[in-house]
Antibody, heavy 119, light 106 residues
Framework: QVQLVQSGAEVQKPGASVKVSCKAAGYTFTSYGVSWVRQAPGQGLEWMGW????????KFAQKFQGRVSLTTDTSTSTAHLEVRSLTSDDTAVYYCARSVAALAPPDYWGQGTLVTVSS | DIQMTQSPSTLSASVGDRVTITCRAS??????LAWYQQIPGKAPRLLIY???TLKSGVPSRFSGSGSGTEFTLTISSLQPDDFATYYCQQYNSYWTFGRGTKVEIK
């Protein structure tokens, strides 16, 4: 069955960077893309960006352009999100989600990774 | 950016009630709209895509309608598992989510 398993919770200081991983299983990794969505405590969902696992093409929400990197490792079927220059506003649960294209809704989600930014 | 406005933000209902949630887009998105259910502490779950297509495995009491800028999610007979927060999402131009509708027990 399709599974997206994310890395564990992180605590980082303001100004630092964080990298979250998302390991896919149960499907052909390169036939889909991976989107990243975050959810601040008690808040709604915010799309950050999408990467094609086929050719590495990326799309970003304007808000995150330049501060977020998306990569994939097809040898391990893993997608990675890196967020730089963290502030307390980046404290959130970060989700990866599978979608066939950048403009397609995701049908499977990871379990989420809590990133806490605190001095 | 396309803005998505959901209403109501909170809805109190009883088991067996018919429930309707509305989502309005700031510009036409054709039928490129999805609905998700989220239980606290869990990832969102896709219910409906292309405004009215039920994802495989989702109970038929869930239905969606609309096109252009006005959309609705209807739960025909609310069940105990349905008390959750529901989000709409447009995917006509990247993605934008509504702020969510919390369905709580009356």
């Amino acid at each position: 069955q399709v599974q997206l398993v994310q890395s564990g919770a992180e605590v980082q200081k303001p100004g630092a960077s964080v990298k979250v991983s998302c390991k896919a299983a149960g499907y052909t990794f390169t036939s889909y893309g991976v989107s990243w969505v975050r959810q601040a405590p008690g808040q709604g969902l915010e799309w950050m960006g999408w990467i094609s696992a086929y050719d590495g093409t990326t799309k970003f929400a304007q808000k995150f352009q330049g501060r977020v990197s998306l990569t994939t490792d097809t040898s391990t079927s893993t997608a990675h999100l890196e967020v730089r220059s963290l502030t307390s506003d980046d404290t959130a649960v970060y989700y990866c989600a599978r979608s066939v294209a950048a403009l397609a809704p995701p049908d499977y989600w990871g379990q989420g990774t809590l990133v806490t930014v605190s001095s | 950016d396309i803005q998505m406005t959901q209403s109501p933000s909170t809805l109190s209902a009883s088991v067996g009630d018919r429930v309707t949630i509305t989502c309005r887009a700031s510009q036409s998105i054709s039928r490129w709209l999805a609905w998700y259910q989220q239980i606290p502490g869990k990832a969102p779950r896709l219910l409906i895509y292309e405004a009215s297509t039920l994802k495989s495995g989702v109970p038929s009491r869930f239905s969606g309608s609309g096109s252009g800028t006005e959309f609705t999610l209807t739960i025909s007979s609310l069940q105990p598992d349905d008390f959750a927060t529901y989000y709409c999402q447009q995917y006509n131009s990247y993605w934008t989510f509504g702020r969510g509708t919390k369905v709580e027990i009356k």
